[in-house]
């Protein structure tokens, strides 16, 4: 507390003061109460806190999203009635997988790409379409199959941005000339 109440200005102002006091002992509170929360939290849902899996740049991926991830193909392969890999092999390529994605998203950001609303929203109603339903249908059986309306779109926002990327990249290095259409 001894930084934080040297590290604020002093002033002749007896308000100052008192404020100066409140801002330490506020600084206090939650540096000790913070840890303290956190156990609380973690102790009262017994469940431990998520695990880092894999640092992708500056981005982590935790167990859960890979569970996660893991759950959503398993029942993709189930519906597809497709036999599953092993079950290590299975993960392996699913965690390639999310970094691919986390690798790609970065190269996004970094080059500006996104995808607005109004493109998901698109896309969204493409899909609903392409299986014959409307767009509440759609949540309604996504939510069926455990997954939300924002973890959906968020998935939808994320494959737009990475097509709209490979999109940009491979077509800034193909060249097709005259001949070869002629030819073709």
Same mark, same amino acid.
């Given at each position: @507390?001894?930084?934080?109440?040297? &590290?604020?200005?002093?002033?002749?102002?007896? %308000? +100052? +003061?008192?404020?100066r006091s409140f801002l $330490? #002992? &506020?600084a206090f509170c939650l540096i000790?109460? *913070?840890? =303290?929360?956190?156990?609380?939290? @973690? =102790? &009262? $849902? %017994?469940?431990p806190i998520d695990r880092i899996v894999v640092v992708v740049n500056d981005e982590v991926v935790t167990e859960s999203e890979l *569970? +996660?991830?893991?759950?959503? #193909?398993?029942?993709?392969?189930? +519906? /597809?009635?497709? /036999?599953?890999?092993?079950?290590?092999?299975?993960?392996?390529? #699913?965690?390639?997988?999310?970094?691919?994605?986390?690798? /790609?998203? /970065?190269?996004a950001r970094q080059a500006g790409v996104e995808a607005g609303d109004d493109? #998901?929203?698109?896309?969204?109603?493409?899909?609903?379409e392409q299986n014959r339903m409307g767009l509440d249908d759609?949540?309604?059986?996504?939510a069926q199959d455990g997954v939300g309306k924002a973890a959906f779109r968020e998935q939808i926002r994320n494959q737009i941005v990475i097509q709209q990327l490979i999109d940009r990249?491979? %077509?800034?290095?193909? @060249?097709? &000339?005259?001949?070869e259409v002629e030819n073709f």
């Open positions: @507390t001894d930084i934080i109440t040297h &590290s604020l200005p002093r002033t002749g102002n007896p %308000g +100052a +003061a008192m404020r $330490t #002992v &506020s000790a109460i *913070h840890p =303290a929360t956190l156990a609380a939290n @973690t =102790a &009262s $849902t %017994g469940r *569970h +996660a991830r893991l759950g959503e #193909v398993s029942k993709r392969i189930a +519906a /597809q009635k497709i /036999q599953a890999p092993p079950e290590n092999a299975l993960k392996k390529q #699913v965690l390639e997988r999310i970094i691919l994605e986390h690798l /790609q998203l /970065q190269i493109k #998901v929203n698109m896309a969204l109603q493409t899909i609903a759609l949540y309604k059986t996504l990249e491979i %077509g800034n290095r193909i @060249t097709v &000339s005259d001949t």
